[in-house]
T-cell receptor, first 110, second 113 residues
Framework: GENVEQHPSTLSVQEGDSAVIKCTYS??????FPWYKQELGKGPQLIID?????GEKKDQRIAVTLNKTAKHFSLHITETQPEDSAVYFC?????????FGAGTTVTVRA | DAGVIQSPRHEVTEMGQEVTLRCKPI?????LFWYRQTMMRGLELLIY????????DSGMPEDRFSAKMPNASFSTLKIQPSEPRDSAVYFC???????????FGDGTRLSIL
């Protein structure tokens, strides 16, 4: 089955700085890569996604890049704010099933 | 718009009891997924349905677990008998035709004593 690895497991940044989270996947047939943000006591919320025919996608302060050849994708958050503090999960879709990374706990220091 | 609704939000019960978790997907979504989240194993897919039909239940850990979707607006995940190692947060998610994106509910935190 699909194996998704996510790094780092924790990330602490100063407010206003950028945060980068990286993921790799194993199934070359995977074609859809969403990122989720999970706050305490809540379910994962989709924040951005990218499909395999696109290399980069941006939505305000959030951007995702995909390198299909290397099988890795990354989340970039610019101008971080305290409300960006949460656990972030990458995922890879193969055969309608999402496989998730282990998560990155992001802490934005004021 | 209403999102995915799960109930109960919290469940505490004793080992051996039957547990039933409930989910109402987003109206019009064709796919429904049940996940389990633990510190040790992260987010794991248990089973998913397409148009109320179970498609892949390979993630269901044991025969003690069963899931049903009697109609397009309701699904249940049942554990009988429950064991302490079943303690986790269980999420339901739904998605439109095509399988993505998946929208998650806020989960049921299950504690088996």
């Amino acid at each position: 089955g699909e194996n998704v690895e996510q790094h780092p497991s924790t990330l602490s940044v100063q407010e206003g700085d950028s945060a980068v989270i990286k993921c790799t996947y194993s199934d070359s047939a995977s074609n859809y890569f969403p990122w989720y943000k999970q706050e305490l006591g809540k379910g994962p919320q989709l924040i951005i996604d990218i499909r395999s025919n696109v290399g980069e996608k941006k939505d305000q302060r959030i951007a995702v890049t995909l390198n299909k050849t290397a099988k890795h994708f990354s989340l970039h958050i610019t101008e971080t704010q305290p409300e960006d503090s949460a656990v972030y999960f990458c995922a890879s879709l193969s055969d309608y099933k999402l496989s998730f990374g282990a998560g990155t706990t992001v802490t934005v220091r004021a | 718009d209403a999102g995915v609704i799960q109930s109960p939000r919290h469940e505490v019960t004793e080992m051996g009891q039957e547990v039933t978790l409930r989910c109402k997907p987003i109206s019009g979504h064709d796919y429904l997924f049940w996940y389990r989240q633990t510190m040790m194993r992260g987010l794991e897919l248990l089973i998913y349905f397409n148009n109320n039909v179970p498609i892949d239940d390979s993630g269901m850990p044991e025969d003690r677990f069963s899931a049903k979707m009697p109609n397009a607006s309701f699904s249940t995940l049942k554990i009988q008998p429950s064991e302490p190692r079943d303690s986790a947060v269980y999420f339901c998610a739904s998605s439109p035709q095509g399988g993505q994106p998946q929208h998650f509910g806020d989960g049921t935190r299950l504690s088996i004593l």
